[in-house]
Structures are given as C-alpha cells and as structure tokens.
C-alpha cells in the first residue's frame, strides 16, 4: 500500500520516471530495518515506554545498514533511513527539516502515514479515510512537505479507488485459500 500511494504521489509530483523507479524499488525495503526490532516491541498490543519507542525508531537506522550492503540498493538508502522526518525537523533519525530530507523520503513519509492511520494496528483500529485525509491536511507544512501534502490531497479519489483495489486483491486471494481448503 505504501509503494502504491507513494507511486501516485510520485506521478501526481511529475516526478521524472528514474525518482519513480527508486520509489517503486525503495518503498518495500523503507521499513525493512524492523527485522532488527524486538516482536515484543512490535506487536505490543499497548502505547510503547519511552525505551520501546527509542528502540523502535532505530528501525531507520538499521534499514539503512542492511542496505548498505547491497550496492544497486544504495539510492534508496534516503527512503529508508529518512521516511520518519518531519518537515518542521521534529522527526527522526536525524532531525532535518524541510528540503534537507531527501524528496523521495518526503514522499514516502505522506503514505507511510496514511497507511498508518487508515490500518488497525495491534493497539488500535484504523481510522476512517476522511480522518485521515484531514489529518495530513492539519500536519501540511508541520509533519508534513506542504507542496506533496498539497498533491495528495489532490489525488484522494485515486488513492480511495487504490485502497479498494487493494481490499478486493485481499478478498480474492482470502477465497482462493478458502477454496483450496474446502477442496
């Protein structure tokens, strides 16, 4: 979902096709670092301690390491490493702000927030879509790149209509288990 809403973002931005092939190879990898993350940490059904939440941004940091391996991965490095920096310089690994983060990051940052929001998690139930439209509405300029906060916004029915693609691909491949389980 994160690679999709960040692809439409990328199209709608006009972002020249090489930034969209690196969003379209970065996105999947953006949260790979979690490996490194603790299960109890990451699935803990309650708010995080301070502690756990420090260990859980060092996700970041950790996806940018194991891909510093692989040398055709090295210009999605930003992707991962960055996605949780916030416009204002509040966010985090390296609390940059504005234009010092990457674009592609920027980007990725708008959708891997929406998914967020709009999917239950161990300790909470998503939130309506309109909500969530509204908050990177609220968050452009703050958490958010106003200018791709801006072009998001712009492409709701297409990221409605994608989110729903999405659920009937989830429906489908649930009925063809099913399926192969009756048979």
Not at 3 to 17: C, F, I, K, T
């Amino acid at each position: 979902r994160v690679r999709d809403y960040s692809h439409l973002l990328g199209q709608q931005l006009e972002l020249p096709q090489k930034d969209i092939h690196l969003i379209l190879m970065g996105t999947p990898l953006h949260d790979i670092g979690k490996i490194g993350i603790d299960d109890a940490i990451l699935r803990k059904p309650g708010k995080l301690t301070a502690q756990e939440f420090e260990i859980m941004k060092s996700h970041t940091v950790k996806g940018a390491k194991i891909l510093e391996q692989v040398a055709d991965l090295a210009d999605v490095i930003p992707i991962v490493r960055s996605h949780h920096e916030r416009w204002d310089g509040g966010g985090y690994p390296d609390g940059t702000a504005g234009e010092k983060t990457n674009r592609l990051a920027r980007i990725v940052a708008i959708a891997d927030a929406f998914d967020a929001m709009t999917s239950d998690r161990p300790y909470r139930k998503g939130m309506p879509v309109e909500v969530a439209f509204a908050e990177v509405e609220k968050m452009r300029g703050k958490q958010f790149d106003p200018v791709a906060a801006d072009a998001f916004l712009a492409i709701k029915q297409r990221v409605i209509q994608e989110m729903q693609s999405e659920t009937k691909k989830i429906n489908m491949q649930q009925f063809g288990m099913l399926r192969l389980a009756v048979m």
